[in-house]
């Protein structure tokens, strides 16, 4: 099976202009809500959720099940009156290293989830204006290999900033994407929450 990078349709502040192995990412956030943004902060109670029966995510209870932020997503939870936003991509580890090297992109130099976490933000940074991005942080979680990075970005005709939290998880034979936004002005309120939510990222 052939996998093909290349751009997808995107609307509203949607930060991933790309298409990459089997995945199309599409998310649409509504600021239609802006208005009912709520004025607490993060936390709370927390829930387990678990997809595919391949991985589990703890987060806070005032996320709730999406369905049309990603068509591809395995698992995709947003409270739209916070704008908090949360959707996972897994990825056939072997499928992708096999694909990259025949493309020419695999570096040899990184390891397999830092070639991840690279690709996925070069492709991603073809689609946003990146205003400001960390180091990534090499990170174990529960066992596995991940790279995390947080940055803040805008997307043409937007004006307001989006704060990320991107994390890139090697599981025994899937690669995760775990990608949480929020706007740019709520980022000191839900990075908490999001650092958790990628902390609590477990294989079944």
Same mark, same amino acid.
């Given at each position: 099976?052939?996998?093909?990078?290349?751009?997808?349709?995107?609307?509203?502040?949607?930060?991933?202009?790309?298409?990459?192995?089997?995945? &199309?990412?599409? *998310?649409?956030?509504?600021?239609?809500?802006?208005?009912?943004?709520? &004025?607490?902060?993060?936390?709370?109670?927390?829930?387990?959720?678990?997809?595919?029966?391949?991985?589990?995510?703890?987060?806070?209870?005032?996320? &709730?099940?999406?369905? %049309?932020?990603?068509?591809?997503?395995?698992?995709?939870?947003?409270?739209?009156?916070?704008?908090?936003?949360?959707?996972? /991509?897994?990825?056939?580890?072997?499928? #992708?290293?096999?694909?990259?090297?025949?493309?020419?992109?695999? %570096?040899?130099? @990184?390891?397999? /989830?830092?070639?991840?976490?690279?690709?996925?933000?070069?492709?991603?940074?073809?689609?946003?204006?990146? @205003?400001?991005?960390?180091?990534?942080?090499?990170?174990?979680?529960?066992?596995?290999?991940?790279?995390?990075?947080?940055?803040?970005?805008?997307?043409?005709?937007?004006?307001?900033?989006?704060?990320? /939290?991107?994390? *890139?998880?090697?599981?025994?034979?899937?690669?995760?994407?775990?990608?949480?936004?929020?706007?740019?002005?709520?980022?000191?309120?839900?990075?908490?929450? #999001?650092?958790?939510?990628?902390?609590?990222?477990?294989?079944?």
């Amino acid at each position: 099976m052939d996998y093909v990078p290349g751009n997808v349709y995107l609307e509203f502040y949607n930060p991933f202009n790309y298409k990459i192995m089997r995945k &199309s990412i599409a *998310f649409m956030s509504s600021f239609a809500f802006l208005f009912l943004l709520a &004025s607490c902060d993060g936390g709370g109670t927390l829930k387990t959720e678990s997809a595919l029966g391949l991985y589990e995510v703890t987060m806070p209870d005032y996320m &709730s099940k999406a369905t %049309d932020l990603n068509v591809d997503a395995s698992m995709q939870f947003q409270n739209v009156f916070k704008e908090t936003y949360l959707a996972i /991509i897994d990825e056939d580890k072997k499928d #992708f290293v096999d694909a990259f090297r025949d493309l020419g992109e695999y %570096d040899s130099s @990184l390891s397999t /989830i830092g070639n991840y976490r690279k690709i996925q933000i070069d492709y991603f940074s073809e689609g946003v204006n990146i @205003l400001r991005m960390g180091e990534p942080k090499q990170l174990t979680i529960n066992g596995m290999a991940a790279e995390q990075i947080e940055f803040g970005g805008r997307v043409t005709d937007v004006d307001y900033d989006i704060y990320y /939290i991107m994390t *890139f998880i090697e599981g025994r034979e899937d690669l995760y994407m775990m990608m949480t936004w929020t706007l740019g002005d709520s980022a000191n309120k839900y990075k908490t929450d #999001f650092l958790a939510m990628a902390k609590s990222f477990n294989e079944i």
